[in-house]
């Protein structure tokens, strides 16, 4: 167990999230809900996110593209056309071509560009203006002093006035290639670009180490938010922490981790001892409250407000339905406490989650019907809903600081409360426990076992549900676990299946047992112990039920059939063993009293005086004996309990044995009405007289 504890221990503290980690929730226009926050650093102050994105605007509706000249393509485009002219059908002469050629250089110096693939500004018309690279030097030239490819054409064409050469410019079809040669260069544009943008927008101050950034009630501005938008993020750069010098924080984290989980340790010690001497009940709660703390963690580190997400009121809900409230309500506050250290609002965080684990508890009491988590989730956003606006409206004195995103956050925290039953189920399969709901499951008439037990042996079934209903009053009288005790006493003789006809109960005339020795009846009666084992295994019953099997009768004896064979033996020295049912003797309350009220039930059967007197006697006679015998030695029962128990026996048994009033027979018939007519029944009134 204490390996577990410390396992639990350095899981939670490596995993913690780093203290300095930012988890602030606000928006723009509300107040600040948290305490001062100082620079832990540096900060440089920008411009808001309204002022940024008007510098951008600004910057994009005058900013300038830079083009450059591209002579490769300036040089294909003339030898294409040098190629086209000797293909013609009255192919020029090498002076005439030249003279052409020389036209379109002249052209293609000034420049040709593509207006329609130019950069847009945000009002969606055209740029006036490129940089033209030269070099390392960029100068501005307005987009009309080049030539689109249309009008460079027609420029061209202007400048031939021979006839005969304009024709062979035709016959080539020259107008097909004229391509721009003023083309954008896109690095060098997004460079400037950025760089203006960096230039424009770089920071206007900046928060000094320990200077004040905001404090509890300012109202967050623009540039406020901005500020702590650039606290975050570099927060983040820095891997969530802030650099520090000393080892004490960690230390300190280490030692509130461990201080912390050891208060849930020595309540349980001193409170609980039962559970704290129980190695699967120790293991299920470190592993509730260590899980739960690392689920947040994780939920914390992922998503903003991911810590208000976490369904925490599932570790009370799950603690309470196989232990206790008292032990559910502390394992709950012990998770809480231990996750306040990942969020910076320590306070509100503990306040909000303790009223919703309070109202999961209460709510909840004892789960029996799947429906039951739809309300408990219903109070607990209740619950936190309502602690959170009381809390914002004392601490900021106004509802405009309550946050929509937090209510989303708590709703989704209650929504997931629904899915406690799916812990519940795995916790019964991790740990061999049962919960209220399977013992309600289980306690249906209609389960297969029980099905077979009320068609196969009538009277054995008849006897388990006496015996449960004896054994679920009282224990609701000592505090006991009830449906665990009902459940149980249900299924405690199943194993008489086997055997039917050796049972008294299932018995019409004829007794098998007078063909058998003492012996060997014993051994048939006493088998229906591992019988039933053998049959709870099969149809896989919790233990807990197995535990009702093998200890309703404990090391006791078939006293029947020892004293029989006693008396067939006088003066030899019996062995009781082969008489000794197996055991073990109840270990629990619930075992004892199920144990009691079987040996009671039985034996009322054959009471030929069923005076309130005689039932007394009885009750008190057999479950004094059992106590004699040592049968109840290992069972927690007090004195109390004990008197208790036989109160409730008594009173139950002389409810179910009361005499009834006797009908009076009729005098002489009731005449029949006339045919058609109702028949009232004739009663006789003060005076003797007969009416109807």
Same mark, same amino acid.
């Given at each position: 167990m204490w390996g577990a504890f410390a396992v639990a221990v350095l899981l939670m503290f490596y995993l913690r999230p780093t203290t300095n980690e930012n988890r602030y929730i606000y928006e723009i226009n509300r107040p600040w809900n948290y305490n001062l926050l100082t620079a832990p650093f540096d900060i440089p102050v920008h411009h808001d996110t309204i002022s940024s994105m008007a510098i951008r605007d600004s910057l994009a509706s005058s900013f300038e593209p830079v083009y450059f000249r591209d002579n490769a393509r300036e040089a294909q485009i003339l030898a294409k056309a040098a190629t086209r002219l000797m293909q013609v059908e009255n192919p020029l002469n090498?002076?005439?071509?030249?003279?052409?050629?020389?036209?379109?250089?002249?052209?293609?110096?000034?420049?040709?560009?593509?207006?329609?693939?130019?950069?847009?500004?945000?009002?969606?018309?055209?740029?006036?203006?490129?940089?033209?690279?030269?070099?390392?030097?960029?100068?501005?030239?307005?987009?009309?002093?080049?030539?689109?490819?249309?009008?460079?054409?027609?420029?061209?064409?202007?400048?031939?006035?021979?006839?005969?050469?304009?024709?062979?410019?035709?016959?080539?079809?020259?107008?097909?290639?004229?391509?721009?040669?003023?083309?954008?260069?896109?690095?060098?544009?997004?460079?400037?670009?950025?760089?203006?943008?960096?230039?424009?927008?770089?920071?206007?101050?900046?928060?000094?180490?320990?200077?004040?950034?905001?404090?509890?009630?300012?109202?967050?501005?623009?540039?406020?938010?901005?500020?702590?938008?650039?606290?975050?993020?570099?927060?983040?750069?820095?891997?969530?922490?802030?650099?520090?010098?000393?080892?004490?924080?960690?230390?300190?984290?280490?030692?509130?981790?461990?201080?912390?989980?050891?208060?849930?340790?020595?309540?349980?010690?001193?409170?609980?001892?039962?559970?704290?001497?129980?190695? *699967?009940? +120790? !293991?299920?709660? &470190?592993?509730?409250?260590? $899980?739960?703390?690392?689920? =947040? /963690?994780?939920?914390?580190?992922?998503?903003?407000?991911?810590?208000?997400?976490?369904?925490?009121?599932?570790?009370?809900?799950?603690?309470?339905?196989?232990?206790?409230?008292?032990?559910?309500?502390?394992?709950?506050?012990?998770?809480?406490?231990?996750?306040?250290?990942?969020?910076?609002?320590?306070?509100?965080?503990?306040?909000?989650?303790?009223?919703?684990?309070?109202?999961?508890?209460?709510?909840?009491?004892?789960?029996?019907?799947?429906?039951?988590?739809?309300?408990?989730?219903?109070?607990?956003?209740?619950?936190?809903?309502?602690?959170?606006?009381?809390?914002?409206?004392?601490?900021?004195?106004?509802?405009?600081?309550?946050? *929509?995103? +937090? !209510?989303?956050? &708590?709703?989704?925290?209650? $929504?997931?409360?629904?899915? =406690? /039953?799916?812990?519940?189920?795995?916790?019964?399969?991790?740990?061999?426990?049962?919960?209220?709901?399977?013992?309600?499951?289980?306690?249906?008439?209609?389960?297969?076992?029980?099905?077979?037990?009320?068609?196969?042996?009538?009277?054995?079934?008849?006897?388990?549900?006496?015996v449960s209903n004896l054994a679920s009053a009282a224990a609701s009288r000592i505090g006991a676990n009830v449906q665990l005790t009902r459940t149980g006493a249900l299924y405690h003789d199943i194993g008489k299946v086997n055997n039917p006809a050796f049972f008294t109960e299932n018995q019409h005339g004829v007794n098998p047992h007078n063909a058998l020795t003492p012996l060997q009846s014993a051994r048939i009666v006493i088998g229906h112990v591992t019988d039933g084992l053998r049959r709870a295994e099969l149809a896989k019953l919790p233990r807990s039920i197995r535990d009702f099997i093998a200890q309703h009768h404990g090391r006791g004896r078939a006293r029947y059939f020892y004293t029989t064979y006693c008396n067939q033996h006088p003066g030899e020295e019996v062995d009781a063993a082969p008489f000794t049912y197996p055991g073990p003797n109840p270990q629990t309350r619930e075992t004892s009293i199920v144990m009691m009220a079987d040996a009671v039930e039985a034996a009322s059967r054959s009471l030929p005086d069923h005076s309130p007197e005689a039932i007394s006697a009885l009750v008190n006679k057999i479950i004094d004996q059992q106590i004699a015998e040592g049968l109840h030695s290992e069972s927690p029962l007090s004195f109390r309990d004990i008197a208790t128990i036989k109160s409730v026996f008594a009173s139950r048994l002389r409810t179910m044995f009361h005499t009834r009033i006797s009908y009076p027979e009729a005098i002489r018939p009731a005449q029949a009405e006339p045919s058609g007519e109702s028949q009232l029944p004739v009663v006789a009134d003060e005076k003797n007289e007969k009416r109807p």
């Open positions: 090498a002076t005439q071509r030249s003279v052409l050629l020389s036209k379109l250089r002249e052209v293609y110096q000034t420049g040709v560009i593509d207006v329609g693939e130019l950069p847009k500004r945000p009002d969606s018309t055209y740029v006036r203006n490129v940089r033209h690279l030269e070099g390392d030097v960029a100068k501005s030239k307005p987009v009309a002093s080049y030539y689109t490819p249309k009008r460079a054409y027609a420029k061209f064409d202007s400048l031939i006035s021979d006839q005969a050469l304009h024709r062979a410019v035709v016959a080539a079809r020259l107008a097909d290639i004229i391509a721009p040669n003023i083309v954008l260069d896109s690095l060098a544009t997004s460079r400037f670009k950025e760089e203006s943008y960096a230039t424009a927008l770089a920071p206007i101050g900046v928060i000094q180490h320990g200077e004040r950034i905001v404090d509890r009630g300012d109202i967050v501005t623009p540039q406020l938010y901005t500020i702590l938008n650039t606290y975050e993020a570099m927060i983040e750069e820095r891997g969530g922490t802030v650099t520090s010098g000393s080892f004490y924080p960690s230390l300190g984290t280490f030692a509130f981790i461990l201080l912390t989980l050891g208060m849930l340790m020595v309540y349980i010690a001193f409170f609980r001892r039962d559970y704290f001497d129980s190695l *699967p009940t +120790m !293991l299920f709660l &470190l592993m509730m409250v260590t $899980v739960f703390t690392l689920l =947040a /963690y994780g939920m914390n580190s992922m998503v903003r407000l991911g810590l208000y997400m976490v369904p925490f009121t599932i570790v009370p809900i799950v603690v309470l339905v196989f232990l206790d409230s008292r032990t559910a309500f502390i394992s709950g506050i012990i998770t809480i406490l231990i996750c306040s250290s990942a969020t910076q609002n320590h306070w509100q965080f503990i306040l909000i989650q303790i009223a919703a684990a309070l109202a999961a508890v209460v709510s909840i009491r004892e789960l029996s019907k799947r429906s039951q988590l739809i309300q408990t989730s219903i109070v607990v956003f209740l619950a936190y809903a309502l602690f959170y606006a009381a809390m914002e409206l004392m601490l900021v004195g106004t509802f405009n600081s309550l946050v *929509p995103r +937090m !209510l989303g956050a &708590l709703a989704v925290n209650a $929504v997931l409360v629904s899915f =406690a /039953y799916f812990v519940i189920f795995l916790m019964e399969k991790l740990f061999g426990f049962t919960s209220r709901v399977s013992l309600v499951e289980l306690a249906d008439i209609n389960h297969p076992l029980l099905r077979e037990l009320s068609e196969e042996c009538p009277g054995t079934f008849n006897h388990s549900m006496a």
